[in-house]
């Protein structure tokens, strides 16, 4: 990533902010864009010579503007990190409508209108690579969240794959990470330690995925070592999508 120029949204915490460092660590120039400015100011003032840029990826004026000034800072676009998401609780029958809306607005829309706002760029560089953080959750069920998250990311992969085909012939890349239960402040609001403690008993490689194991998938199918890999999703889990559901040391207790 020597040289080039990315942008990992939702950076301020998490999953984009392990991005944003681990591009960065890569020799990238990096945009980070979050909707929370406190939080936002913080982790770009630890990189250096990042720019944190204030954006709410639901809204494409605002994206629009973000990718505008990341255009007059860093000279254009390489890689786009889609790592901005939030979380829903409600069940199907409760859920309101807003609700439904805020949640597809900012997992979905939001990924397409940041994809929207720097295949120009790309295209105009001879290429890039975009990577969206969608979720196990995606290929099954959400367990923290409710219908309005599994859905979201059921359509990111969806939209992975359409974008990935439809940019093929201009080189830019668009490849999903999956990932797992992964310990950040979004799962911290919603699980008590308790909860936090048992879901790692389920998880086969016994430990909950970090944000930087996230980080080093986005690296990949980023970087030219990913150059012939487009549409396509890696699960970044632990393992849990190939346990079954079954708590692990269930298993082992039942086996000879
Ligand atoms: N943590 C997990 O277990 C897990 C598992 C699978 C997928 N994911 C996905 O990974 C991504 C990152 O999640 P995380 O766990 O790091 O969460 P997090 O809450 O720690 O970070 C999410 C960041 O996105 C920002 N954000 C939210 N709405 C935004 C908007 N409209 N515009 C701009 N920024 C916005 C928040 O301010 C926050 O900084 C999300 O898309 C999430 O759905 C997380």
Same mark, same amino acid.
């Given at each position: 990533?020597?040289?080039?120029?990315?942008?990992?949204? @939702?950076?301020?915490? #998490?999953?984009?902010?392990?991005?944003?460092?681990?591009?960065?660590?890569?020799?990238?120039?990096? /945009?980070?864009? &979050?909707?929370?400015?406190?939080?936002?100011?913080?982790?770009?003032?630890? =990189?250096?010579?990042?720019?944190?840029?204030?954006?709410?990826?639901?809204?494409?004026?605002?994206?629009?503007?973000?990718?505008?000034?990341?255009?007059?800072?860093? #000279?254009?676009? &390489?890689?786009?990190? %889609?790592?901005?998401?939030?979380?829903?609780?409600?069940?199907?029958?409760?859920?309101?409508?807003?609700?439904?809306?805020?949640?597809? #607005?900012?997992? +979905?829309?939001?990924?397409? +209108?940041?994809?929207?706002?720097?295949? /120009?760029?790309?295209?105009?560089?001879?290429? #890039?690579? =975009?990577? %969206?953080?969608? $979720?196990?959750?995606?290929?099954?069920?959400?367990?923290? @969240?409710?219908?309005?998250?599994?859905?979201?990311?059921?359509?990111?992969?969806?939209?992975?794959?359409?974008?990935?085909?439809?940019?093929? =012939?201009?080189?830019?890349?668009?490849?999903? =990470?999956?990932?797992?239960?992964? +310990?950040?402040?979004?799962?911290?609001? %919603?699980?008590?330690?308790?909860?936090?403690?048992?879901?790692?008993?389920?998880?086969? +490689?016994?430990?909950?995925?970090?944000?930087?194991?996230?980080?080093? /998938?986005?690296?990949?199918?980023?970087?030219?070592?990913?150059?012939?890999?487009?549409?396509?999703?890696?699960?970044? &889990?632990?393992?849990?999508?190939? $346990? %079954?559901? $079954?708590?692990?040391?269930?298993?082992?207790?039942?086996?000879?």
């Amino acid at each position: 990533m020597l040289g080039k120029v990315a942008i990992v949204t @939702g950076a301020a915490s #998490g999953i984009g902010e392990a991005c944003a460092q681990a591009f960065a660590r890569a020799g990238a120039r990096v /945009a980070m864009f &979050d909707r929370d400015a406190a939080a936002l100011a913080a982790a770009a003032r630890a =990189i250096d010579g990042a720019l944190g840029v204030v954006v709410d990826v639901a809204d494409r004026e605002s994206v629009e503007a973000g990718v505008r000034k990341v255009c007059d800072a860093f #000279g254009g676009v &390489d890689a786009l990190v %889609n790592s901005a998401g939030v979380e829903s609780t409600y069940t199907i029958e409760r859920m309101p409508q807003q609700e439904w809306d805020r949640v597809l #607005g900012v997992n +979905l829309t939001g990924v397409m +209108l940041c994809t929207q706002a720097v295949v /120009a760029s790309m295209s105009a560089r001879g290429g #890039g690579s =975009i990577v %969206n953080i969608a $979720s196990i959750a995606g290929k099954r069920i959400s367990y923290h @969240g409710g219908a309005a998250y599994t859905a979201s990311k059921a359509g990111v992969l969806g939209f992975t794959r359409h974008a990935a085909f439809e940019f093929g =012939i201009r080189r830019i890349r668009v490849n999903a =990470i999956c990932p797992g239960p992964t +310990l950040t402040p979004m799962i911290r609001r %919603n699980a008590t330690e308790e909860e936090i403690a048992r879901t790692e008993t389920i998880i086969p +490689l016994g430990r909950w995925v970090q944000p930087s194991d996230i980080a080093s /998938a986005a690296l990949f199918l980023a970087g030219d070592a990913a150059a012939m890999c487009t549409g396509t999703s890696i699960d970044v &889990d632990g393992g849990v999508l190939v $346990s %079954n559901g $079954s708590s692990y040391n269930d298993y082992f207790a039942r086996r000879r």
